[in-house]
């Protein structure tokens, strides 16, 4: 599943050169234009054949029963029924999985905008902590799990051991307890994306405030907190809306971390909802149900997401245009 980005440079590229060709009034123009459009066909066939043509057999296949080894048996919305009313495990991972996101999203957004505002203030040696600061969202996330299990060992993880000398607080169960595993990947979800991409957005947006704003401000006596709120925030905010609906859109399919580190448990504790679609579809061969549940995160995903686009109206403000006060 990936995540649902705003259209590439490519792809806009290529609907412009289509769109050249269909409204091209000389042969001239027409001729260039289908040169442009042979020379991105690779690009569109891979589209095709590896990107819309999936997602389209992904929808026929979630009206359909189909396990691989047999012919898809057309059930109609039999799959969207069952994942609704009889599925004992669809609501319990949906509920953890917004638990996750719910916590997640606020508390990456305003650690990563915490540190791009440390890097943004000019200090020497800026280059090297942004560098420090970035290198954990590089680690692959199967790596980052396996590392993290062996720190958090309940009773020989290095983080246990200093607890347990430091504060007295032995044998924390960590990812061990239904309890405490969500709270264990929210930390260590914090520690490797804090300081990735959503902090490289913000220290973008922050270099962006026009200076003669914040000295205007200044001037008339505004404080630091001030400053930040009534100058800073409102200029920042399209940048903390894109980082807001990536960080939904990211939060929403969490996997990776879950399916190495406790493959859904402990007693389904983690039993995110995009490993109950892993686990449907590939573990299971129930290919239909779980491109069923796929075709749900997508319009749950679709629904945040416009839902986010209607109230940013009242919060962000566009330079030039339209937004909130």
């Not at 979630?62 to 069952?82: F, H, R």
């Not at 993290?148 to 990812?175: E, H, R, S, T, Y």
């Not at 922050?206 to 200044?218: F, H, K, N």
């Not at 399916?259 to 061969?285: H, I, M």
């Amino acid at each position: 599943m990936d995540r649902a980005l705003p259209a590439s440079p490519s792809s806009a590229r290529s609907i412009g050169l289509i769109a050249r060709v269909v409204g091209a009034n000389s042969r001239q123009e027409r001729r260039n234009a289908l040169w442009g459009i042979l020379f991105i066909s690779p690009w569109l066939l891979g589209l095709l054949f590896f990107v819309a043509g999936p997602i389209l057999a992904s929808l026929y296949l979630s009206l359909t029963e189909y396990d691989i080894l047999s012919p898809p048996k057309w059930v109609g919305l039999a799959q969207y029924q069952k994942a609704f009313t009889s599925d004992p495990l669809f609501w319990p991972s949906l509920g953890r999985t917004f638990y996750y996101a719910v916590v997640m999203v606020p508390l990456g957004l305003m650690g990563s905008l915490f540190l791009a505002i440390l890097l943004n203030q000019g200090l020497r040696g800026t280059s090297v902590y942004r560098t420090l600061f970035f290198l954990p969202s590089l680690t692959p996330s199967v790596a980052l799990s396996v590392i993290w299990i062996w720190l958090l060992q309940p009773k020989l993880g290095p983080i246990n051991v200093g607890l347990c000398g430091a504060i007295g607080v032995c044998d924390f169960p960590w990812f061990t307890d239904s309890s405490t595993v969500i709270p264990s990947f929210i930390l260590l979800a914090l520690w490797a994306t804090m300081g990735g991409g959503a902090m490289i957005i913000f220290l973008a947006g922050l270099q962006g405030v026009p200076r003669e704003l914040e000295e205007a401000a200044r001037v008339d006596g505004a404080g630091w907190w001030t400053k930040f709120r009534h100058v800073v925030i409102p200029m920042i905010s399209p940048t903390i809306f894109f980082n807001l609906i990536l960080g939904i859109i990211g939060a929403l399919q969490v996997f990776a971390v879950a399916f190495v580190a406790t493959e859904g448990g402990p007693n389904y504790g983690s039993w995110f909802y995009a490993l109950d679609v892993y686990n449907e579809a590939f573990k299971y061969l129930r290919m239909g149900y779980g491109a069923a549940l796929a075709w749900i995160l997508l319009v749950i995903v679709l629904l945040i997401t416009l839902a986010n686009f209607v109230f940013s109206r009242r919060w962000v403000f566009y330079q030039g245009g339209s937004g909130g006060s």
